[in-house]
């Protein structure tokens, strides 16, 4: 289950000293023999973008979507930054080119941590020859990778999907600023499959909108997000239908992995909304609620308040009836036609003591529907992030 698991692909990771206490914080995922790869990636929506996400992009444009290998570090995001961000992000790309021994535009770079801090290009240049050289494809190797990427994250989140003739597998990071349209995440994903950088931008696209852009943790979109996928040609050619669902299934077990790892997280919650007019009103509709701070709280409390439900479903600026609208938990209806209903008040209470469950939403005003995966809100957030550093 990990990012080396397709075919011609090497890890490694270091302690750079970029974070203070020595834990890794840098690593790099090449093919195997530094070849240039077809490459495809998704970025954040926030306009500002870091500086690693500046230069990543402007790389892909320079190569057509090729690429060698993308080094990532963790510890500072790089971001806000600059024009002397964006100058260390470019050198970090050459300086790990140089060491590959290829041109720069065929690396890729990510950055993760506090926003505003400068990142200190020399101890990455110190760390290089260690990252190179110990380069390799066992799950160790994987592993470590993932690990070096991590912030608040409690544990790594690694991933692998098996498909017709193909593999796909992935890291990834993210605990908080976790909203549709991307998040304070990274996810590194490789596939053994032969691709073109056309086919692979179309299915990770797709895959990302239908999992990473249907989470999250506290509506905040972060600067840094970014999800890179390469494939190595080592296996048989995939078709987009097949990347597609390879790298959907991939992507929705990561985001999923990353809302159970929610910043003072106790609780996955499923919203789904059905009954919309169209598919945009329920996508707006579920974030609304999945978003609230006092529904979240509810979540935490075990509280089946759902009061606060029909409120914001009632003020998502999507079409609303509130005497068509109804509210369950898991299988337990407790609004219906917007009024409250005898429920198995032991049934409910079993629902909302589980460390997940689902919120389901029906309008009563259409077909289309729509699900966003989100976490309770707790005091361990506000604890977590009432002075990051």
Not at 24 to 33: W, Y
Not at 117 to 135: F, K, N, Q, Y
Not at 316 to 338: E, H
């Amino acid at each position: 289950m990990t990012v080396l698991s397709p075919r011609g692909f090497v890890a490694s990771a270091t302690a750079a000293g970029i974070k203070p206490d020595g834990r890794l914080d840098l690593a790099l995922v090449t093919s195997e023999g530094a070849r240039p790869v077809p490459v495809a990636a998704t970025f954040t929506s926030n306009l500002q973008a870091a500086a690693p996400v500046q230069v990543s992009r402007a790389h892909l444009a320079e190569t057509g979507g090729f690429g060698v290998g993308v080094i990532l570090n963790s510890g500072c995001a790089n971001s806000a930054t600059g024009s002397q961000g964006r100058l260390a992000a470019e050198l970090t790309c050459r300086l790990a080119a140089g060491a590959l021994g290829v041109s720069a535009e065929h690396v890729l770079v990510c950055s993760t941590g506090t926003i505003g801090t400068r990142l200190d290009v020399e101890r990455i240049e110190g760390a290089l020859p260690t990252l190179i050289a110990g380069r390799g494809q066992s799950p160790d190797h994987a592993a470590a990778a993932a690990k070096a990427i991590l912030t608040t994250d409690t544990r790594i989140k690694e991933v692998l999907v098996e498909a017709d003739g193909f593999v796909v597998g992935g890291m990834a990071k993210g605990a908080a600023m976790l909203s549709p349209n991307m998040a304070t995440m990274l996810a590194m994903l490789t596939t053994d499959a032969t691709s073109s950088p056309q086919v692979l931008n179309a299915a990770l696209g797709s895959a990302v909108r239908h999992s990473f852009n249907e989470m999250t943790v506290d509506g905040c979109t972060s600067t840094n997000d970014s999800v890179i996928v390469m494939a190595s040609g080592a296996g048989p050619e995939a078709t987009v239908q097949a990347l597609t669902e390879a790298l959907t299934a991939a992507c929705d077990d990561l985001a999923l992995q990353m809302v159970a790892d929610a910043e003072g997280g106790t609780k996955v919650v499923k919203v789904r909304v059905l009954g919309a007019p169209d598919s945009e009103s329920a996508r707006r509709a579920a974030r609304r609620v999945a978003e609230s701070q006092l529904v979240k709280s509810s979540w935490y409390g075990e509280d089946p308040n759902w009061g606060r439900v029909v409120s914001e479903l009632g003020s998502a600026g999507t079409p609303f009836d509130p005497d068509r609208v109804s509210v369950a938990y898991g299988p337990v209806t407790v609004c219906l036609d917007g009024v409250a209903v005898d429920h198995d008040e032991k049934v409910l209470r079993d629902v909302l003591e589980a460390d997940q469950f689902e919120v389901v939403c029906d309008l009563g005003l259409g077909g289309c529907s729509a699900t966003v995966i989100s976490a309770d809100l707790t005091p361990a957030y506000v604890e977590l992030n009432k002075g990051m550093s």
